[in-house]
Structure formats: structure tokens, C-alpha cells
């Protein structure tokens, strides 16, 4: 029976709430507020909070959006600007970010740390990613249950885990003050900046716009359908989510801090919580720390196959349908996985780059119903975003930006140097949209 007219109750946000959170938070989420919390040591305060309002604000305002505009994801709010862009804008964002780099990453990095106490042979990478994979596709091929298996059985499970490891480090062990720890150079003038580009950096706001088909399908599924109701519940959910999140990056960035006192600097993050689970837990190190990336990495990897898969049949009916192409991508993440993953990186991170600001503005101009239905506002927002998201582009390449490129992208875009190039063209072109609409309504 539909619920309509009715809103989702508080226990289904927080089901469908978990779920989100599940899916966002993987390995990287774990891991980098740790390596950030060791190098900002005593100012680790205003650099968790300037992470926060960037790595938590942005992939929030992209699922406020999603509600808001009454989208039912990503595909269906780019196809506001020209349905072609649309499809092939959204195919190839869920290819790059999916099956050619972050699910391929879920199955290698849980591997490298979950079993860095084991010598890592091809042949064990090779046996562990068969094992991880057809666990990924038994739950991708029920996509229905996605809500129940992350949001009420795998998300819990993993917190449960990572609360272990956190209370076992932060509630333990001699008194201590945060502002006798060192600092790394760069986090000693401007920390609050440091931890905003940080967070700004993780691009998990695109993450929020292709999980946010997700979490549309899931709040259908509880019987709610009306729009005004699926954008609150939309929200409601996100908001949750979220809050969760800032509460564990802060935990996580005082683990790091912490830790300083025992293990000193570490090379990364990942390193870094090896080392912390280590002095901990002894002999039970290993197997919870397996534990927990098994976890965080399973969830986010079914829900990228998942929602590529579901794009793509929306998309490209006519090839194939969901469950095939969930096959499609399971191969795909799996050769990957096993035979070049750092060559695709390292190309596939360009990309992102480039796409990274378009998905920002799209974003933001759903947040404005008015915006988004005048599709000469996008096209032009969207327009002048372009230039410097090809900037932007060549600046990541794995074979060096070129130099004079550098140099008028320096001279012409402000903030270009900390990846914000394209916000005051974006405000321009929306300023232009917006006289050009007025115009064309008036005639």
C-alpha cells in the first residue's frame, strides 16, 4: 500500500540514512582524516573543521539538491541542460569514478591494509579479489535489499568495529594535551584552509549525486511517492547521514593527533592506522582491522556497481539490461583490479578533475528550482565553467601540465592554484543566464 501524503517516519530516514552514510564512507574516508590529524597535531581543531564544512557541505548540498529539484538522480538533472549532454556527461562519470577507479580501489586497498601483516603475493591479490568481487555481486544482483544489507546490517557492523578502535585509542592510555603535539609546516599558518581544500578535495560531492538515485529508489520503496515528500525525505536522510559523518571525521582526525604520542609520524594514513590498531589490540589487530576495511570497502562497492548499473540500463536500455550490465562492470573492476590499476589512475584522475566542477555547479543550480528549470541558465553556467575545467584537466595529467597553460590559467582565473578556478567564471555565466531568461520571457 503507497503511502501517500505522508512523510517517511524518523526510523525509516534513519534506516535509509545509514544506508547513505554506508555507502559514502569507504576506505579513503577512514584513512585520511587519520594522516590529516598526524600532520596538524595541536591545530587539529580548525583543521578538521574547515575538512568538515567542505568534505561533509558539499556531498550534502549535492543530496539536498537531488531533493529539492525533484530529481531522480544524476542523469535526469544534467539532461536539464541538453538530453545528449546529459546521457554522456552522467555515462561517463559513473564509468570513470565506478568500474575504472573507485571499485577497482575498494578491492585492492582492503587488501593492502587488511593484510599488510601477510607477504602480499599477485597470487593472493588475485584469490582475495575473486572472493571480494562475487560478494559484491551476490548483493548488486538484489539491488532491492541494498537498503536492508548496508543501511541495517553492514553499516552498523562496520561502526561498531571502528567505535572499538577508536574508544580502544582515544578512551585509553595516559592524560594528554593536543596542544603539545607537533604540527607539519603546512598546517601551521592557515589550518582552517589547509583542512577546507582538504575536504574540498575528496570530491565526494560527486559521490552524493550518483548515490542519490539510491537513495530516491529506496525512499519509493518504503511507499513514499509524492514529490514534496520524497524531497523531505531526501533531506531528512542526507542531513542524517552527514551529521554522522562530521562526527566521525572529528573522532578520526583526534585518533591521528593521538597517536602521535605512540607511533610518532607515519607515511600516510593508511599507515598510520596500521600501526595505531597494532599498538592496541596485539594480537587481534589484524583480524579487526581486516574487519573493518572489509566492511567499509564491500559497501561502497556495491553501491557504485549498483547505481552504474541502474544508470546505465536507464541510459542504454536497448543494450543491455541492469543485471547485465552489473556483470559488465563486476569484470571490469576485477581485471583492473588485478592488472593496471595505477596506470588507470593516474589517467582517470584528470578526468575527474575536469568533470569534478561541472558537478558542483549542477549541483548548486538544482538548489535553486527556478535555476534549474531554465535551461538557458545551465547552459550558460555551465558553459563558462567549461574553460576552466579543461585548465584543470591538464594540470592533473600524469605526463605534467604544460607550463604557459599554467601560466594564463594563473593570470586569468583567481583561486586557480587551489582548485577553484572555475567559481567566478560560474557566477558570471549564471549572471548572464539569468539576463538572457529575463529576455526571453519578456519577449
Known sequence: MKNKHQS???????????MLFGLFFGAGNL???VQMGQEAGANLWPAALGFVVTAVGLPLLSVVAIGVSGSKGLNDMSERVLPKYGHIFTALLYFVLGPLLSIPRTATVSYEIGFSQFNQHPALLFAYSVFFFLCVAYFSLKPSGIMTWVGKWMNPVFLIFLAMILAGVLLTGDTFSFADFPVAPKYQEAPFLQGFLNGYNTMDV???LIFGILVVRSIHQVGVTEDRDVAMGTIKSGALSMGLMAVIYFLLTMLGARSLEDIGLAQNG??????IVATKFGIFAGILLFLVMFVACLKTAIGL???CA???AEIYPHILNQEKWTYVFIGISFVIANAGLDAILAWAVPFLAFMYPLSIVIAL??????WSKRPVIMRWTLAFTLVPACFDLQHALPTGSIPILDQIATAIFPFYSYGFAWVLPAILGLLIGLVHSYIIRKD
Not at 517517511?8 to 545509514?18: N, P
Request: glycine fraction near 8%; avoid cysteine; charge should be negative.
Open 8 to 18: 517517511l517516519s524518523w526510523r525509516q530516514s534513519t534506516v535509509i540514512g545509514s
Open 365 to 370: 543550480l538544482h538548489l535553486v528550482p527556478a
Open 310 to 312: 541502474e544508470t546505465f
Open 270 to 275: 593508511g599507515e598510520a592506522l596500521i600501526q
Open 305 to 307: 556497481i549498483v547505481s
Open 206 to 208: 560527486i559521490a552524493g
Open 31 to 33: 584513512i585520511f582524516p
